[in-house]
Structure formats: structure tokens, C-alpha cells
């Protein structure tokens, strides 16, 4: 007889399930610090302006929040379409995950409430590593516990912990420009997540020869044990 260890959080649909839904809520919930003035009976465009003016370090964090929160996203769904199943560990290490992703709101207002404050940078940028930290963690105990799917998922799961292992070196290299001044560590931590974002890198043509056929294969064969995998 299998033991709970062995039955307990084995199915990725599930934990993709609630991760896609934690995600949107903090998605969601980083835009509720942009709040618009009050309306007042009489106001001129120059008062709207003086009035709205204001916003910009606000809209700047959710911004940056949205795009952080995105870039987490689909590292974390590229990583549990390569799971052919999952482990009790590997479920508690994934809320864990994302216990800090839901923290991100707060976060986002802390900064967004004390922009000029060193210690809302390190806070924030706290909660940015933490994020990493435990999706490392996560891929490492898949690795080693056999949940990854075949060649193409080692790929992408060695791909995945290169880069995060690159952000949290460059985080903290952007809180410790909080010392010069907290728009620094921003405007820092802004260009790398738009360089994860819209930069990726191209991979090499030795990268995609020893993986070509692989993935190829892969393709439609990742679908069924992912199946077999969620059905037991």
C-alpha cells in the first residue's frame, strides 16, 4: 500500500491551476496603488496635471511589479509543462513559491508609498530574491526526485536555473545601489527585467543541435506522461 507521501500533490494541473490564480490576483492587486485624485468641483487642466503629476512613482512601481510578476509567471509555467508528475516536497516547495509572489503586493505598496526610503528598496528587492530563491530550490528537488519530462525538460530546467541564478545576483547588485540613491536600485532592477523580458538571448547553434531532436520528440510525448501522471 502507498504511503500519503507517495499519493499526496502528485497531480501539475493542479498546482499549475492555483498558481495561474495566485498570479492573477497579485497581477491584479499590484494596480490598486495608482489611485486617482479626488474630483473637485472646480479644477483647471493645470490642477489635473499638478494632481496626476504625483502618480508617476506609483504607476513606475506597478509597472515594474507587473512586469517582475510576468516574468516569474512564465518561468514557472515553462518549468511545470516539463513535469511528467509531482511530489509532495515539490507541492509544499511551490506554495512556499507562492506564499512570496502573494506578498508582492505588499511589497509594491510599501515602495510605492516610500519610494525615496532605502529600506522599501531592500524590502522590495527582499521579496524579489526570495521569489527566486524558492523557485531554485523547487527545480532542484525536481531534478533530483525525477519529476522532469526526458532530455527537453533538463534543458529547459537548466535554462530556468541559469537565469534566476543571474537575477539574484543582479538584484542584489541593484539593492546595494540603494546606497547611492533608491532611483538608482529602480532604475536598475527596471532594466533587467526588461532585459529578462524582452531580451532572452539567443540560444546557440550547439545549444539547439543537442537538443533539437529531443525537443522534436518531445513535443507530443510530454503530454502523455504529464497525463498518466495527473490521472493516478
Not at 500519503?4 to 490564480?21: F, K, M, P, Q
Not at 523557485?135 to 532530455?151: D, K, M, Y
Not at 536598475?188 to 520528440?217: D, N
Request: charged residues 15%; hydrophobic residues 50%.
Amino acid at each position: 500500500m502507498s504511503s500519503y507521501h507517495e499519493l499526496a500533490g502528485t497531480r501539475v494541473d493542479r498546482i499549475a491551476g492555483l498558481s495561474d490564480a495566485l498570479y492573477a490576483i497579485a497581477l491584479t492587486l499590484t494596480v490598486l496603488e495608482v489611485r486617482l485624485p479626488e474630483p473637485r468641483s472646480l479644477m483647471s487642466e493645470r490642477d489635473l496635471i499638478a494632481a496626476i503629476t504625483p502618480l508617476l512613482p506609483r504607476v513606475l512601481t506597478y509597472l515594474l511589479s507587473f512586469m517582475t510578476l510576468g516574468i516569474f509567471w512564465v518561468g514557472d509555467q515553462t518549468f511545470l509543462h516539463h513535469l511528467h508528475r509531482s511530489d509532495r516536497t515539490f507541492s509544499w516547495l511551490h506554495l512556499g513559491l507562492l506564499a512570496a509572489v502573494a506578498i508582492m503586493p505588499v511589497s509594491t505598496g510599501l515602495l510605492a508609498n516610500y519610494i525615496t526610503y532605502r529600506t522599501a528598496v531592500v524590502f522590495y528587492t527582499f521579496n524579489l530574491l526570495m521569489i527566486g530563491f524558492l523557485s531554485i530550490v523547487a527545480i532542484g528537488h525536481a531534478r533530483r526526485a525525477g519529476l522532469v519530462s526526458g532530455r527537453a525538460g533538463e534543458a529547459a530546467a537548466t535554462t530556468l536555473h541559469r537565469r534566476l541564478m543571474t537575477g539574484q545576483i543582479l538584484y542584489v547588485v541593484g539593492a546595494a545601489l540603494c546606497l547611492i540613491h533608491t532611483y538608482w536600485s529602480i532604475a536598475f532592477i527596471l532594466f533587467v527585467q526588461a532585459y529578462f523580458a524582452f531580451w532572452p538571448g539567443k540560444p546557440s547553434r550547439r545549444h539547439l543541435a543537442h537538443h533539437a531532436t529531443p525537443t522534436e520528440g518531445a513535443v507530443e510525448a510530454q503530454g502523455e506522461p504529464s497525463r498518466k501522471g495527473e490521472s493516478s
